[in-house]
Structure formats: structure tokens, C-alpha cells
């Protein structure tokens, strides 16, 4: 299995190939012609989906971390966020396990600060916070993470630690806007 670690402000992994496409729609409603749609954007992948608050996030146009399937940046704030689409099988714990390990070894002054399990619908997700500084950043990540026979997802989420009291609202909701549908149950 390999491991690779980014450039930039997200330690990534990549147990496998990941998805470069999914589809962008955004949900204005029936009153989109009046100006008050609700402005929530989807983007739809093989076995997820992602909704989010057009007024809070915009798509970036090419993602800066090649590996990420989506990449998303708050519009009031230095937050940012990047999905990545795994293809080959894994379990859960060994993801979260390889997330820890690539963010100890790319992140000065290391610390989880949670970890714990998530229900969104019937699919059980891993949440993992942490902190440390990248660059003489201080930074502060809010994370979800997901695997089944479908392959693996990370949502990765990260706020500049002096905006995170702030970002961290928006960052939830935006984690919270994930949806999985595995055609089968994920790997434990």
C-alpha cells in the first residue's frame, strides 16, 4: 500500500487511485428568477454527495492539491476544504491510522485533539480534529473520513488556528453535507 504526503497546509494519503470528476449542480429552488433560492450546491460523485452553502463555500476552479476530487474555499475566511475519492478497498481503521501517521509526520507539534464516530444517515463515518503548524502556521483540521468495498473518502477541513473559533461552524456544516451510498456496507 502506498502512502504519499502532499505539498501544502493538508497531509494527504492515498492508499489508491483516486476520482478526478464529479458532477456540480446548484439547488436555487423555485424562486431562483425572484434572487431568494435557498443556494445550496451539489456536487455528485460515483457513491456520494456533497452539499454545501453556495454563500459560505465556492468550488475552486483547479484544484491545488492534484489528488483531490473537490477542493472548496470558505468565501469569508482562509478555511479551506478537499475531498478525496479513494477507488481500492480499505477498513476504516486503517485509514484513520494512516491519516494520524501522515499528519504526525507532516504537521510540527502534533496533537489530535478527538477522535470518535459519526452517524450521517445508516453510514458510520470517523471524525478526526487535530492541530499543528505547517510552515510556522498554526493550523487546526476537522476531518471526516469514510471506507467500504466502494473504495474510501476524506473530507479534509482546515482553518488557520486564530479563525478556527469562527470557521469551525461552517466548517461542520460543511462536513455534515456529505453523503454516502455504497451499494454495500463499508469495511470495518
Same mark, same amino acid.
Given at each position: #500500500?502506498?502512502s504519499r504526503?502532499?505539498? &501544502? !497546509?493538508?497531509?494527504? !494519503?492515498?492508499?489508491c +487511485?483516486l476520482?478526478?470528476? /464529479?458532477?456540480a449542480?446548484?439547488d436555487?429552488g423555485a424562486? *431562483?428568477?425572484? =434572487?431568494? =433560492?435557498? &443556494?445550496?450546491?451539489q456536487?455528485?460523485?460515483?457513491?456520494?454527495?456533497?452539499?454545501f452553502?453556495a454563500e459560505r463555500w465556492?468550488r475552486? *476552479?483547479s484544484? *491545488?492539491?492534484p489528488?483531490? /476530487?473537490?477542493?472548496l474555499h470558505h %468565501?469569508?475566511?482562509?478555511? %479551506?476544504?478537499?475531498?478525496?475519492?479513494?477507488? /481500492?478497498a +480499505?477498513?476504516?481503521?486503517?485509514?484513520k491510522r494512516?491519516?494520524?501517521?501522515?499528519?504526525?509526520?507532516?504537521l510540527?507539534?502534533?496533537?489530535? +485533539? $478527538?477522535e470518535?464516530?459519526r %452517524?450521517l444517515?445508516?453510514i458510520?463515518?470517523?471524525?478526526?480534529r487535530?492541530?499543528?503548524?505547517?510552515?510556522?502556521?498554526?493550523?487546526n483540521?476537522?476531518? $471526516? $473520513?469514510?471506507?467500504?468495498t466502494? =473504495?474510501s473518502?476524506?473530507?479534509?477541513?482546515?482553518?488557520?488556528? %486564530?479563525?478556527?473559533?469562527?470557521?469551525?461552524r461552517? #466548517?461542520?456544516?460543511?462536513l455534515?453535507?456529505?453523503?454516502?451510498?455504497?451499494?454495500? *456496507?463499508?469495511?470495518?
Amino acid at each position: #500500500m502506498a502512502s504519499r504526503q502532499a505539498k &501544502g !497546509i493538508f497531509p494527504l !494519503i492515498l492508499l489508491c +487511485t483516486l476520482l478526478g470528476t /464529479a458532477s456540480a449542480r446548484t439547488d436555487n429552488g423555485a424562486d *431562483e428568477a425572484n =434572487g431568494k =433560492g435557498n &443556494g445550496i450546491e451539489q456536487i455528485d460523485g460515483r457513491f456520494y454527495s456533497l452539499s454545501f452553502l453556495a454563500e459560505r463555500w465556492r468550488r475552486a *476552479e483547479s484544484p *491545488e492539491q492534484p489528488e483531490a /476530487a473537490i477542493e472548496l474555499h470558505h %468565501r469569508h475566511g482562509s478555511a %479551506r476544504a478537499l475531498l478525496l475519492v479513494g477507488r /481500492a478497498a +480499505t477498513s476504516l481503521d486503517q485509514l484513520k491510522r494512516q491519516a494520524v501517521s501522515n499528519a504526525r509526520s507532516t504537521l510540527a507539534n502534533f496533537r489530535l +485533539t $478527538y477522535e470518535a464516530d459519526r %452517524r450521517l444517515g445508516r453510514i458510520r463515518v470517523a471524525v478526526l480534529r487535530f492541530e499543528g503548524e505547517k510552515d510556522g502556521m498554526a493550523l487546526n483540521y476537522y476531518n $471526516y $473520513y469514510w471506507a467500504g468495498t466502494e =473504495g474510501s473518502l476524506q473530507l479534509l477541513t482546515v482553518s488557520p488556528s %486564530r479563525e478556527y473559533p469562527v470557521m469551525r461552524r461552517d #466548517m461542520q456544516a460543511l462536513l455534515d453535507g456529505l453523503r454516502i451510498s455504497p451499494s454495500s *456496507e463499508p469495511a470495518r
